[in-house]
């Protein structure tokens, strides 16, 4: 099979961690026989020093042009202290989203086995935790009317939501929730919010056309306080923009590792794989960051993208591998030895090459 693949780095370890999951692909594509075209192209900080624009045109047309995009990070801390910088890396990932059209993010958080003592949650409440949060990523207050008044005094951001967005959102919802465990939670804050009394009311709707499934319908500051006290209970949760940007955070560290997990954001045309963590600036260039969130987004590339399941459970297989063994980088070493990115990057090259 021919992949084309548009390769989008970033900013800080972008580019350290992207190589070794491009490192990886190539592993798996020289052994079930696939061709890869990688096109690179520049977003965030890297972007806006290049051409003043951290979603350039050109980044566009190769993103299009692509089967899929696998993307690294975005932001440098010079933009964060800088509240009156105009342009900002994070409008290229916004914009990237709207354009594409990429309005479902996908999080899953899932247990390791032998990182269960990394886990800032005992043991007991963790086991078998594996659930999976649908984000609405195109609307909300992300992409809402914003803005000044009295003279600087005032800002304003606005939530909209239109039916039809929630309705595309909650689909796949369904779909997955038929997939796996038929259990949907669906979060919101109906109590105050008019926009969440329509994405309830609209879920609701749809229950009807997926007998099988049962919905639940969960106030966000409820399921911030259950992710922590019993993450088990859940399996499909889908939530709108914001929401499931602070609540994918929580998730996201329930594994042990942020380090660890992947993420894919869809769209009808376009898919874009990515690792939930950030730009980590402070390790940029010192080969020291954890680069299995990005070989795990390549796995779910392979499985989504292309339908390639045999290869994107070889890499699982082999992180899982590299996990059992300790063939980690710092953050997950436990006073043991720990390796380099580019070292555990190349240890599961050779193992998908020996398999
Ligand atoms: C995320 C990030 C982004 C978001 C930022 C970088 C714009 O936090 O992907 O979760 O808020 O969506
Ligand atoms: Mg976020």
């Known amino acids: 099979m021919k992949l084309n693949i ?7 370890i972008g580019p350290e961690i992207i190589d070794q999951a491009v490192k990886v692909s190539n592993a798996i594509c020289k052994k079930f026989n696939h061709k890869i075209i990688w096109k690179t192209a520049i977003t965030g900080a890297a972007a806006i020093e290049a051409v003043g624009d951290p979603y350039p045109e050109n980044t566009h047309e190769i993103c299009k042009a692509s089967d899929a995009i696998l993307f690294g990070a975005i932001g440098l801390p010079r933009f964060d202290n800088d509240p009156s910088s105009k342009i900002r890396p994070e409008q290229g990932l916004l914009k990237m989203r709207e354009k594409l059209g990429l309005y479902a993010n996908i999080r899953p958080t899932y247990i390791f086995p032998s990182l269960l003592n990394k ?3 005992k043991k007991e409440r963790i086991m078998n935790t594996n659930f999976i949060f649908l ?9 809402g009317k914003n803005g000044r008044k009295d003279n600087g005094n005032t800002a304003y951001d606005t939530c909209i939501y239109k039916r039809s967005e929630i309705i595309r959102l909650a689909k796949k919802g369904f779909e997955l929730a038929m997939e796996r465990s038929k259990k949907l939670c669906c979060i919101d804050k109906a109590n105050v919010l008019e926009s969440s009394r329509l994405w309830r009311e609209t879920v609701q709707n749809m229950e009807n056309n997926y007998p099988e499934v049962k919905v639940s319908y969960e106030l966000v500051d409820a399921v911030a306080m259950r992710l922590i006290q019993c993450p088990n209970k859940y399996d499909v949760l ?13 998730a996201s560290v329930i594994s042990g590792s942020m380090g660890l997990m992947p993420s894919a ?30 070989i795990l987004s390549a796995a779910m590339m392979f499985e989504m993208s292309f339908k390639l399941k045999e290869e994107s459970a070889l890499i699982r297989e082999v992180v899982d591998k590299s996990l059992n063994e300790g063939f980690v980088t710092n953050d997950l070493a436990n006073n ?16 998908i090459l020996k398999k």
């Open 6 to 12: 548009a390769l989008l780095a970033g900013d800080g």
């Open 119 to 121: 886990s800032p949650l």
């Open 135 to 143: 984000r609405e990523l195109t609307g909300g207050i992300y992409f």
């Open 238 to 250: 889908i939530t709108e923009n914001l929401f499931g940007d602070i609540l994918t955070d929580e």
């Open 265 to 294: 954001s869809i769209g009808e045309k376009h898919a874009l794989y990515e690792p939930i963590h950030g730009s980590f600036p402070e390790a940029a260039g010192l080969n020291i960051a954890n680069p299995l969130a990005t």
């Open 336 to 351: 043991n030895k720990s390796y380099k990115t580019s070292e555990v990057g190349d240890y599961i090259v050779e193992n």
